[in-house]
């Protein structure tokens, strides 16, 4: 199932012990691995991820759309840029952090309406940027790797 393997690192998997010989089996595995088949990739890599509250506020760098201050996550909402009383929907396209005052202040609005102008433009993670927006503990050379998937325009370069 492997089409290719790279990376730096290299891992010591242990399994379990055949009976009969007591050996313990082992697998070694690159940190990036590529399974045959463009199936998995198709469906793994060119979909639209999950939009969650911890992946909206990472995309958006814990920043209010509004005020465009730095927050805890505690202290941020997911905004509907269109209310959904307005026919807003809950999509990357439609929501961005926004700090609790700012939130309130806008209301049941659009931006226009509040007198309110957005800092920055929401947009659609690739799969690429979801893996690191994810939080997952990500080697070097993996960050190096999926860094390359990442447009150029991301703000995840601009870190």
């Known amino acids: ?16 012990r055949q ?25 793994n890599f060119d979909h639209v991820p999950m939009l969650t509250k911890d992946m909206l506020l990472a995309r958006d ?3 209010c759309a509004y005020c465009a201050r730095r927050f805890k996550a505690a202290e941020l909402d997911m905004e509907h840029i269109q209310p ?20 309130h202040r806008k209301a049941d609005r659009t931006p226009e309406a509040a007198g309110m102008k957005l800092h920055y433009v929401p947009y659609v993670p690739n799969r690429y ?16 790797f999926l ?7 991301s703000r995840l370069h601009l870190s």
């Open 84 to 103: 959904r009383s307005k026919g807003g929907e809950d999509s990357w396209m439609n929501l961005v952090a926004a700090c609790k005052a700012c939130n």
């Open 19 to 43: 009976r009969a010989t007591g050996i313990q089996s082992l697998i070694r595995a690159n940190s990036i691995i590529a399974i045959k088949g463009k199936d998995y990739i198709v469906r």
């Open 147 to 153: 860094l390359q998937g990442v447009p150029r325009n």
């Open 129 to 144: 940027e979801a893996f690191i927006l994810s939080n997952r503990k990500i080697l070097a050379d993996q960050m190096e």
């Open 61 to 63: 760098r814990h920043i």
């Open 1 to 16: 199932m492997i089409a290719w393997a790279t990376g730096t690192n290299e891992f010591l998997l242990r399994g379990g």
